[in-house]
Nanobody, 127 residues
Framework: QVQLVESGGGLVQAGDSLRLSCTAS?????????RAWFRQAPGEQREFVGG????????NYADSTKDRFTITRSKAQNTIYLEMINLRPEDTAVYYC???????????????????WGQGTQVTVSS
């Protein structure tokens, strides 16, 4: 059973930085898959933040985050990270990580195509 556990969320002030982690367990399928970060603010749809190909480490980001957010991975820890700098109140959301079981090198922005999800971690940015 695949499990994803996010951590690192919290309450910060505008301009602060934060690092989220997502550790996976129970992965028994091929290493050809991607992981992604999404976020969901109250009353909004789940939004793609960025993703990483597990094998190559290639990344892709949403336009709204590409200049401030960075995704990295640790194969040894089976973990991906979301480094966020210069946080803004509009970044406030629950942040989720997800896995897509596919060898494709694309980065779908639709949450529907992802196969596994974590429980989310709350990030609140005060002004």
């Amino acid at each position: 059973q695949v499990q994803l556990v996010e951590s690192g969320g919290g309450l910060v002030q505008a301009g602060d930085s934060l690092r989220l982690s997502c550790t996976a367990s129970g992965l028994t399928f091929s290493a050809s898959y991607s992981r992604a970060w999404f976020r969901q603010a109250p009353g909004e749809q789940r939004e793609f933040v960025g993703g990483i190909l597990w094998n190559s480490g290639a990344t892709n980001y949403a336009d709204s985050t590409k200049d401030r957010f960075t995704i990295t991975r640790s194969k040894a820890q089976n973990t991906i990270y979301l480094e966020m700098i210069n946080l803004r109140p509009e970044d406030t959301a629950v942040y989720y990580c997800a896995i897509r079981r596919s060898s494709s090198t694309s980065f779908p922005k639709s949450a529907e195509v992802y196969d596994y999800w974590g429980q989310g971690t709350q990030v609140t940015v005060s002004s």
